[in-house]
């Protein structure tokens, strides 16, 4: 997205008469939400953040901006930062403010989070500065872009149960569900990830975790839903978004109460990318150009049949409620 200038000073406290809506991406990692979110990017008032939840952490790790800028020098995610740390984006606030977050809002705080209502006053005095802060981090990125939706793939369900508690914001959730076979060997599988000045491998990562993770992930979404607007939220499979690309993001779009004047969808299967300020994601996130979306099936022959029946048993209530067979032939997973 252009950057415009802001009508404004950007101050933390800084509140809009117009509500910004943001769209919360949930569910596990490997399903689609990085893609989905730098399509959504494209059309004009949207702006692609990626997972904003890192944003503090990826300063301290001076990690790239999708953009190719280290975080700290990026045209967006730099102003912003040095709006809460100063002129030199102090590391040292930034390890305050990743501490509140760690303390606040992991995995296990979403139940708690989830029993506080819209317009409660926030307590300890920890998770309301860190809610400021974040509500203020949208804000801001809104001043600069020009943006009235953006995107946070965070994915995380207790930073959701927090988004929906912030003040001024419109919240909606699209909960994006894969096979959970396929999640676990896409994890295995090692990669280069580009977003260090020496780039690092990321995957490798063990079935077994990769399944708690899921499992957990997918709980904490479908209890964040629950306690949301039925007509602000969705659930959408990466099997049938990768199947119907084009139609899954209208249907985001017309959730959101919106409607694009233009597309960057070249055909039903291919889009047309450009470059997004994603704080962090899959490393899909630096590609730009025509892109066809397309499911990928490596996983029916690369996982392990001892995986994948592992990933099968500790799954199984949930690999039927999201209409997964067991079963699994040459094409990938099947519907029941």
Not at 212 to 227: D, E, K, P, S, Y
């Amino acid at each position: 997205m252009t950057l415009v200038a802001p009508s404004r000073q950007i101050t933390p406290d800084h509140r809009e008469a117009s509500r910004l809506k943001v769209l919360y991406l949930l569910g596990s990692s490997r399903t689609g939400s990085t893609v989905l979110d730098n399509i959504l990017g494209e059309f004009d008032g949207f702006f692609s953040a990626g997972e904003v939840r890192f944003l503090w952490r990826r300063l301290l790790e001076e990690r790239r901006c999708g953009c190719g800028q280290p975080i700290g020098d990026c045209e967006v995610w730099g102003p912003i930062l040095r709006m809460f740390l100063g002129s030199s984006c102090d590391h040292v606030e930034a390890g305050r403010i990743v501490e509140l977050q760690r303390k606040h809002v992991r995995t296990h705080h979403t139940l708690r989070l989830l029993r506080r209502k819209p317009g409660d006053s926030l307590s300890p005095p920890g998770l309301a500065h860190y809610a400021e802060l974040t509500a203020a981090v949208y804000r801001g990125v809104a001043d600069l872009t020009g943006a009235r939706v953006i995107i946070d793939s965070s994915k995380r369900p207790s930073d959701g149960a927090l988004l929906r508690l912030l003040p001024g914001i419109e919240t909606y959730f699209v909960h994006l569900v894969r096979d959970p076979r396929a999640v676990a060997y896409s994890r295995q599988r090692k990669k280069l990830n580009p977003d260090r000045e020496i780039p690092a491998t990321m995957g490798g990562k063990n079935p077994v975790l990769c399944t708690f993770q899921w499992v957990v992930g997918n709980m904490g979404a479908n209890a964040l839903r629950r306690m949301h607007r039925n007509d602000r939220t969705m659930v959408i499979r990466y099997e049938d978004f990768t199947r119907n690309p084009r139609s899954s993001v209208e249907k985001i779009t017309e959730m959101l109460g919106e409607r694009p004047q233009s597309t960057p969808f070249l055909d039903d299967h291919t889009v047309q990318l450009g470059v997004h300020h994603t704080v962090s994601g899959n490393p899909i996130r630096f590609d730009t150009g025509p892109t066809e979306l397309r499911e990928d099936t490596r996983w029916v022959e690369g996982l392990s049949a001892r995986d994948r029946w592992t990933v099968t048993l500790m799954t199984l209530p949930q690999l039927l409620h999201y209409r997964y067979s067991p079963r699994v032939n040459a094409t990938g997973s099947q519907r029941n």
